[in-house]
């Protein structure tokens, strides 16, 4: 009887995956558990993989195409024999997907990687050849089967990319939008057009790009963001880190930031404003009864947002610890698709390097978010003995973004004031 080969369920919150690319062919024999299919969600990449052994009798979805979990990819005959005598020469074709009018400011090429459409790779080793230019018909892969690894293409990883031809460049279109998609929307508005030259570096979306991209739309025009600032005087917090660094390095095998201070106080201050850890439902609001904080994460992906569950029972330390742990399991894809999801808040922090404050794009269905501003050294002036004088402090900002739909003016202040004072106080247990 034959087998049906579905979108796998990676996570409670993902609804739906974009097929990536086929590894086999139709009439091709396979075996059990080989990887049939790469998938890519908005959290996580995954590979499906052959129920039985069999013949890969039929397939339904094309690369590119966006489905919902449980929707048909394919139909596996189990114990089948190989078509290769019956078929025709030509290879069979995989279904086209529906033609969509793509956004005119989203254009994408070919990949630059000279690669066999149905090489064994790796989506990592995948994802390298293409950034880095690698022809993996030359790899020899040392995975099972011959697979190609990303270990595979550490010797060649420093190889310059070949320039797409320019031909190539110019006629590059946008990745198919799936239908009733708001990149479909977009597409059908009339946006001003970059006309691609020959000269012009095409970068393909990639499908978490895309959602990220749909995403940050959805959310701006979901929600109507407000921004406030405040200033946080961080010099009593900067002597209690300065004093435990080094310890708490040796206990735990990595380096003491504040993003965990900035969570903690950020926790203490959800607990007294819960608005802001709440959810608009239809024509209510909901606030959550449990507070899970999600910190943003750069990876090579894109930004990751991996979830702190129930943050406002763990320590100071045990918030670092879980801020380690996930951040360092988002960059090296081991994230998983619930780990990415279920937050009730936010905290960002992009970084040094120029980044005095900035309004981040509120992650729905939350309605706030917390973004730090880099620690500096500045003049201030603070009262001693009933003088005012001028000394040099660590001074940080911190920008709120939060949903005026729900939130007024005086919560969301309010809330920022209170994140930004227990900083100072720097009432914190290591």
């Given amino acids: 009887m034959p087998i049906s080969v579905t979108m796998p369920q990676m996570g409670e919150s993902v609804v739906e995956g974009t097929l990536e690319r086929w590894l086999v062919r139709e009439g091709e024999r396979v075996e059990k558990d080989q990887v049939l299919c790469e998938i890519t969600t908005d959290k996580v990449d995954a590979e499906v993989i052959a129920p039985e052994s069999g013949v890969l009798a039929k397939i339904v979805v094309a690369p590119g195409q966006t489905v919902p979990v449980g929707a048909e990819l394919a139909v596996l005959e189990p114990g089948g024999v190989t078509a290769g005598a019956t078929a025709p020469a030509t290879p069979p074709t995989l279904p086209k997907a529906a033609p969509v009018t793509a956004p005119a400011h989203t254009p ?18 995948r994802r390298m050849a293409e950034d880095q230019g690698i ?17 595979d293409l550490g010797t060649r ?17 946008a990745a198919p939008a799936a239908p009733g998609s708001l990149l479909e929307f977009l597409g059908r508005m009339k946006v001003p057009a970059h006309r691609v030259t020959p000269e012009d570096k095409v970068i393909p979306f990639t499908a978490i790009r895309r959602r990220i991209a749909e995403h940050m739309v959805v959310s701006h025009v979901v929600s109507p963001h407000v921004g406030t600032v405040a200033e946080a005087d961080l010099s009593k917090l900067a002597k209690l ?12 095998g990595f380096g003491l930031s504040y993003l965990p201070f900035v969570v903690a106080a950020t926790v203490k201050a ?27 994460v750069e ?37 998983t698709a619930d ?12 970084g040094r390097e120029g980044n005095l404050y900035g309004f981040a794009v509120i992650n ?14 500045r003049a201030v002036v603070v009262e001693s003995g009933g003088e005012d004088t001028i000394a040099i402090h660590p001074m940080m900002y911190l920008a709120l973004s939060y949903d005026h739909r729900i939130i007024d003016g005086v919560t969301g202040n309010g809330f920022l004031f209170r994140v930004a004072r227990t900083l100072e106080a720097a009432e914190f247990e290591l």
């Fill in 157 to 173: 990883a420093g190889a310059p990319a070949q320039p797409a031809a320019p031909s190539d460049s110019a006629a590059a279109v």
């Fill in 339 to 350: 780990e990415l999801s279920g937050g009730t808040f936010t905290v960002t922090n992009p």
């Fill in 108 to 125: 994408s090429a070919a990949p630059v990687a000279a690669t066999a459409p149905l090489a064994r790779v790796s989506p990592v080793a």
């Fill in 270 to 296: 959800l607990r007294d404003f819960p608005r802001l850890n709440s959810a608009v439902v239809g024509d209510a609001i909901v606030e959550r009864a449990g507070i899970h904080v999600g910190v943003a």
């Fill in 241 to 252: 880190r300065d004093r435990a660094k080094k310890d708490f390095e040796r206990a735990h």
């Fill in 364 to 377: 729905q269905p939350q309605v706030g978010i917390l973004r730090m501003g880099e620690v500096k050294k």
């Fill in 135 to 151: 022809d993996l018909g030359n790899v020899a892969g040392s995975g099972v089967g011959g697979r190609v690894m990303k270990a």
């Fill in 299 to 335: 990876t090579e992906r894109g930004l990751l947002v991996p979830v702190i569950r129930d943050t406002d029972r763990l320590s100071l330390v045990g918030i670092a610890e879980a801020i380690n742990d996930l951040a360092t399991r988002a960059r090296d894809k081991a994230i």
